[in-house]
């Protein structure tokens, strides 16, 4: 399995009807890099005998998209930055993919929705690198690897 971000207890409160964050309560769901999700509550990540629950979601996409259809000038597709400040836990998505990557999941309440992420979008850049020609591994080890400060550049498909 890839690295993980950081697993820590938060403060957050499930509320009928919707999610509010900053409450006091359950702790949040964190994603591996690998797009599996995994939770603190009652688990030890060093204690042998518990292990969190995990699960690979399908793929949010509804096609294939090479890198070609991204870079394509006048194509369906425009270009947004976002600098994510990572909290105790990490940053709050899931990279998944592969030449290109994409946004597999969003915490809702997590850094990166904060900054106007959202699911299906695809990675053209980290801290300045181009990673169109690199896996969801490799992408995930750029972040968990740089500084708390990620500044990605993404490709989100117009509504045409």
């Known amino acids: 399995m890839g690295p993980r971000t950081a697993v820590a207890p938060s403060k957050e409160v499930k509320v009928a009807g919707g999610r509010q964050c900053g409450g006091q309560g359950t702790a949040r769901l964190r994603s591996c890099s690998d797009g599996s999700r ?23 996409l509804k096609r294939p998209v090479s890198t070609d259809e991204l870079q394509t000038p006048g194509g369906p597709y425009m270009k947004k930055t976002f600098t994510i400040v990572g909290d105790a836990v990490g940053w709050g998505f899931v990279v ?26 695809f990675v053209v850049s980290v801290n300045g690198l181009n990673v169109l020609d690199l896996d969801y591994r490799t992408v995930s080890h750029l972040i968990l690897t740089g500084p708390r400060t990620v500044v990605m550049e993404v490709m989100e498909e117009t509504d045409h």
């Open 96 to 121: 998944r993919g592969n030449r290109p990557c994409h946004i597999q999941a969003v915490e809702p309440c997590g850094p990166a929705a904060a900054a106007g992420m959202k699911v299906c979008q």
């Open 38 to 60: 995994y939770s603190r509550r009652g688990v030890s990540l060093h204690n042998s005998t518990s292990s969190p629950v995990l699960y690979n979601p399908k793929s949010v």
